[in-house]
């Protein structure tokens, strides 16, 4: 029998009240789509509409913030469902067992309309530059892909460690972006190995998506001192082969993903005591309550309310402990955090061998100012980008991903560099379409085309596991290297603390406090403090 329906154009207000999963990932992926197929038994299909918009998924699967889960309607019942673990499943399982002529499966690769009809330098192969290359290219323009590292991923490969984001799952994603008219240019520094100015002569339009490699500082007393050094320096350092090494007591600063991640990688190297210290209380953390708890579980102590104040050094220079101060919370900040306030008379002391200052990073903007005067600016904020077009005061040049927001997430990065290349394209040819902007009447009219029972299926009688069942899942089948199971919620195989066998890191990693030579250790140790990007990897 022919059934006849009526489609209803919509709006986001629509989309927000009745697809809050799909309305709140960045790029709007179609969450509730790839879960039914998933649930069909459907898994290229879902792992292709996973990918539609996202031609970062097999990352995400892995590590995304997953702001869909937060929204999931399932939580009013238990608990959210596994967005993220399932596009991960689904990610493993094409790649696992579809091939292509041969080989394994990558992206549906971009169709190719002839010659460029424009070119593209990108700065940045992170994923908000990989993302903007993969439309470009699917839009038909011609684009170079520059990176100072010798791989591309920007910091899901320098700072997101192996045992939470295999790099073979970065390869996959990158797999399926570079084709034809994506020409990857690595070990290659735009401002010393090739200038803006060059790109820009030679280029119909430079996206810059260069990220935040500028380490913030706390700037007290003692912060120089030898053994003090940077979130992000260490784990490039620990997760791209080079030397480096940890004390046995280890205090991280900071409450974000890369303090989380110094504190796991201190173990991993072999620390024994890992303070993780926090200003704010543990409400005001911004990492999510799964990322704390599995941090906790590692046995990493947080201090909560509590600011560094100085930081003590031995009479050789190297650190030797911290003086903190309690605070309390005082009123709310714009973003509506309340702010510490430190009670005098309350200072402390923490032994240490090693600070790792995990405060946020910033852009660096030094070398867009040596060939545009434009640029040259005393705060990055200062660079005037404008919000719709991406674009700079020099016409040709656009900002994208964390260089232009400040650190976010890597979905966030995703979307951004997307927007910027619609932005791009829209600028090299007015006529230019959009790629993959989500179908709104597509996706009522197939909701509507359900039967009442099976269109009912998020709340009761869904197939998928939910969180807290995908976790008890993986804490039993996980292996030690967490390998097998990377997301952040399931690497939480609880590892025998004072094991002497700490095999979490990649082979990359595994530089084992016995064999790291004092030579290494003493350079590791006294590259700290001061660090812009020129000094890594290259
Ligand atoms: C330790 C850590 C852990 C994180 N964990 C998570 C997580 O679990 N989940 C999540 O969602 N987000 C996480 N994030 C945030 C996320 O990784 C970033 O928001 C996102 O990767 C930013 O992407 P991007 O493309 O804007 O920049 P990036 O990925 O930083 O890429 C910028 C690229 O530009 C290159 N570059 C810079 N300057 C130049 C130059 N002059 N010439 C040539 N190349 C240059 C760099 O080498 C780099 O490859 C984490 C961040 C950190 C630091
Ligand atoms: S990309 Fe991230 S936010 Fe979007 S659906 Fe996937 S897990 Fe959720």
Known sequence: MRELYQVVEVGPAWYQENIPCQEACPVKTNCRGYLNLAAAGEFEKGWELAL?????????????AAPCETACRRKEVDKPLSIRYVKKFLSDWTHQNVTVDGRAYTQPPAPVFGPPRGKVAIVGAGCAGLSAASDLSKLGFGVTVYDALDQAGGTTLAGVPPFRLPREVIDRDIAGIV??????RLSTFVGRDISLRELHDQNDAVLVAAGCFEPNYIGIPGEESDGVMAGIVFLERAYRGRPVEVGKRVIVLGSGYTAMDCSSTSWRLGAEHMYVIVRRSREEMVVDEEELTETEREGIEFVY??????????????????????????DPDEKGRRSPVAIPGTEFEIPCDTVLLAL???????????DFPEFRVKRWRDIKVDPETYQTVVPKIFIGGDYRT???TIIEAVADGRSAAQQIARFLDENAVSV???EYHEVVTLRRSRSKASSRVSTTTCPLTTTASRARRCRSSASRTGEGCSSRSTRATPRPRRSPNRTGASSATSTSRSSASSASSAAA??????????TWSI
């Open 52 to 64: 539609d918009p996202n031609p970062m998924a097999s990352i995400c699967g892995s590590v995304c």
């Open 360 to 370: 946020g990073q910033a852009p660096e903007t030094s070398w867009l100012a040596k």
């Open 179 to 184: 084709n034809e008219n994506v020409d990857l």
């Open 406 to 408: 400040a650190p976010t």
């Open 436 to 438: 993959n902007v989500p």
């Open 525 to 534: 140790a006294s590259t700290c403090a001061r660090w812009t990007l020129s």
């Open 305 to 330: 309310l509590a600011s560094p104040v100085e930081v003590l050094a031995d009479p050789n220079g190297h650190v030797r402990g911290v003086v903190f101060i309690r605070n309390k919370l005082g």
